[in-house]
Structure formats: C-alpha cells, structure tokens
C-alpha cells in the first residue's frame, strides 16, 4: 500500500502561481510513477502531469509551458509547480502513483490515490 497526501491548493487570481505538494509513505516511493490529474465540477477527471521511476515527464497540452512536476525521492514527495493559473484550471487535483512498467496518463492505469485538494483561480 502506499498513501498519498496532497497539500498545497487554495485561491488565487488569474496569473497567479500555486505550487501542490503530494507525499508519500508506506512503500519505496523511487519505485512508482507518479501523476497529477484534476477534475472540474461535472466534468471526468482529466490527466494534468506525470513524471516517471527516473525523472521523465510527460503533459497534458493544456498545461504545457505552464505547470512544471518534479519529484523528490529522497523526501518521497512529488510536487506540481503551477504558473500563469487561469479560471480553467479550477478542479480539485490529485496526485496518484502507478507501479506498472510505462509512464501513462491515463486514470485507470494509477494504484493509489490522494485525497485532492481544492485550486481555485478567480477571474
């Protein structure tokens, strides 16, 4: 089992920046791939960013150039570094782990999940 816990979000304007945090315990954190999705009120969850075992990334388009995750073996953290926020980005984020052999962005391929945390970017 692992265990998740996402902190990090809250309100801020337009432009404005936010930086979610997610950590983690339980099992050898270096081992998963790790993600960030969000989902919107009456929307599906969408894949935000995930970052692989050795450090590889990989973005939604509609954050790319934008949000930056990064994560910190040596802490078990991975965070989502959020810039340029716009009213769209407005979703509860959650992180997610997969231990499966190939980075993906897609929900279902994700183990374990947190708990997600409320980013609010008012217009």
């Known amino acids: 089992q692992v265990q998740l816990v996402v902190s990090g979000g809250g309100l801020v304007q337009a432009g404005g920046s936010l930086r979610l945090s997610c950590a983690a315990s339980g099992r050898t954190f270096s081992n998963y791939h790790m993600g960030w999705f969000r989902q919107a009120p009456g929307k599906e969850r969408e894949f935000v960013a995930a970052i692989s075992r050795s450090g590889g990334t990989y973005y939604a388009d509609s954050v790319k150039g934008r949000f930056t995750i990064s994560r910190d073996n040596a802490k078990n953290t991975v965070y989502l570094q959020m810039n340029s926020l716009k009213p769209e980005d407005t979703a509860v984020y959650y992180c997610?782990?997969?231990?499966?052999?190939?980075?993906?962005?897609?929900?279902?391929?994700?183990?374990?999940w947190g708990q997600g945390t409320q980013v609010t970017v008012s217009s």
């Open positions: 997610a782990a997969d231990r499966a052999t190939a980075l993906s962005g897609r929900a279902g391929e994700y183990d374990y």
